[in-house]
């Protein structure tokens, strides 16, 4: 009887289900041995899950199976989202240690809601930190209302009018017209600030990433103790748009070839 199970793509399950069960990650000669496998070929296999996003490589040479996959499973997303938090990394890394304060990446959810991506924590003594698996109101956090400005106005009203908007601080914005004004704000700005809405103490700066089309695909956050904002508000800003697009140049649509990236770059297809 012929096995009716192809023997690469059997490969690659195997490997993301070995990496899948090895949180800290794994270096290639741990992995070549515990499946017992040519060197030479898990190393191809590797390499191809970590150019699609599937698998992060630490500084120490370590595989790892990318966050998104073991955070939110296979389900929600798909590599688009593996792709984007790879691509991220460096430049989330690179933001939080600029600014001294929290890096979140997020994307809007099915339900309208802000899923959480990757995150690069402050190392301050007091800084902001947040649940990666939680998903946050889009209507009071400067990640929700970058990506609210991105959809149509009928699109806005229908995830506005069906969340429920508590008033979470005093600082709170709930009415609908006022929101709306503040969306609109973000879009002509090209950033939000939300100060103390979504929680005392926290304010958020958000930008939104865009790929070489032009179309919102996440949003890029720092998330300042706002005593500290209020003292670098300007160098904050100022470091999030700069950051905020060199990812966006990085991001390819699919069927482009990535033209005019800046010197060894490399395009990430979406």
Not at 55 to 83: C, I, K, M, P, Q
């Amino acid at each position: 009887m012929m096995n009716p199970s192809v023997r690469s793509a059997a490969r690659v399950l195997d490997l993301l289900e070995f990496l899948a069960g090895s949180p800290r990650g794994v270096s290639l000669t741990v992995a070549a041995s515990s499946l017992m496998w040519p060197k030479s070929s898990t190393l191809m296999l590797l390499r191809t899950l970590l150019e699609r996003g599937y698998v992060t490589r630490t500084d120490e040479d370590l595989y790892v199976l990318n966050e998104t996959f073991r955070t939110h499973g296979f389900g929600w997303g798909g590599s688009r989202f593996a792709r984007l938090v790879a691509a991220s990394r460096a430049v989330m890394a690179t933001l939080c240690e600029r600014v001294g304060e929290t890096v979140v990446l997020g994307a809007l959810d099915e339900d309208g809601r802000v899923r959480l991506l990757a995150k690069a924590v402050a190392r301050q003594d007091i800084r902001y930190d947040v649940d990666i698996t939680a998903r946050l109101p889009a209507y009071c956090t400067a990640m929700g209302r970058v990506l609210l400005g991105s959809l149509p106005r009928e699109r806005q009203n229908a995830i506005l009018q069906a969340s429920e908007r508590p008033k979470l601080t005093p600082d709170t914005v709930t009415d609908l017209g006022s929101l709306h004004r503040q969306i609109d704000e973000v879009v002509a700005n090209g950033y939000a600030i939300v100060e103390e809405e979504f929680a005392l103490g926290g304010t958020g700066v958000a930008a939104p990433i865009v790929d070489r089309d032009g179309r919102v695909v996440a949003t890029l956050n720092v998330a300042c103790v706002t005593p500290r904002f209020q003292a670098k508000r300007r160098m904050v800003i100022s470091a999030l748009l700069e950051e905020v697009a060199s990812l966006s140049r990085l991001l390819t649509p699919a069927g482009t070839a990535g033209e005019d990236l800046p010197a060894g770059a490399t395009a990430v297809r979406l």
